[in-house]
């Protein structure tokens, strides 16, 4: 089944570790994104990709890095300088075009320690 | 820039009531519309969309249409159910402008409870 596959599903880390999620998309979509969910709030952009070896910062990028090496992952770092990583992250992917559908991911709880 | 605004939740309904979650919108362009429901502890699903103006998404006996006058894209369903219970998000895409990757603009969700 075509899809889209986030790990671990939960991930507990302590303060000043760098922790990297997995994010890896079958459909073969061009565009994957990060969000961030806070308890009780909407999603906020962290990093999007329209292409291969391209990036793009979104809304809260300080304290996160990615990569595209390839079109199905888009893994996603969270650094020790992000200075409150404890959310729910959820990976997306969508064509370019289109209606604006994205496809979500089961997402990754993250819990600093 | 663009916004959504969902009512904010909980709402909390007994089963077979009447459902309104009420979603309004800012855009620059011609935006299409969209509603998600995230069930505890998953991911997002995509539960109804519609892409222009007057437009009705339905599915799973939810419905929402796409006001432009109003810039609203109120869910609605007839008669809810305890499986229903989840947080809903309005969100919009507009494809103008910067935004060609299909980039979400999501409110901030709206949380039903259903009781039996």
């Known amino acids: 089944d075509g899809g889209i596959t986030q790990s671990p599903k939960y991930l507990f880390r302590k303060e000043g570790q760098n922790v990297t999620l997995s994010c890896e998309q079958n459909?073969?979509?061009?565009?994957m994104y990060w969000y961030r969910q806070d308890p009780g709030q909407g999603l906020r952009l962290i990093y999007y990709?329209?292409?291969?070896?391209?990036?793009q910062k979104g809304d809260i990028a300080e304290g996160y890095s990615v990569s595209r090496e390839k079109k199905e992952s888009f893994p996603l770092t969270v650094t020790s300088a992000q200075k409150n990583p404890t959310a729910f992250y959820l990976c997306?992917?969508?064509?370019?075009?289109?209606?604006?559908?994205?496809?979500f991911g089961e997402g990754s709880r993250l819990t600093v320690l | 820039g663009d916004s959504v605004t969902q009512m904010e939740g909980p709402v909390t309904l007994s089963e077979e009531a009447f459902l309104t979650i009420n979603c309004t919108y800012t855009?620059?362009?011609?935006?299409?519309l969209f509603w998600y429901v995230q069930y505890p502890g998953e991911g997002l699903q995509l539960l109804l969309k519609?892409?222009?103006?007057?437009d009705k998404g339905s599915n799973k006996g939810f419905e929402a249409t796409y006001r432009k006058e109003t810039t609203s894209f109120h869910l609605e369903k007839g008669s809810v159910q305890v499986s229903d219970s989840a947080v809903y998000f309005c969100?919009?895409?507009?494809?103008?402008?910067?935004?060609?990757?299909?980039?979400?603009?999501f409110g901030g969700g709206t949380r039903l409870m259903v009781k039996p």
């Open positions: 997306a992917s969508s064509r370019i075009g289109g209606t604006g559908e994205l496809f």
């Open positions: 459909l073969n979509h061009d565009a």
């Open positions: 990709s329209q292409i291969v070896n391209d990036f």
């Open positions: 855009a620059t362009g011609y935006p299409s």
């Open positions: 519609a892409t222009k103006a007057d």
């Open positions: 969100a919009l895409s507009d494809l103008s402008g910067d935004n060609a990757g299909n980039m979400l603009t």
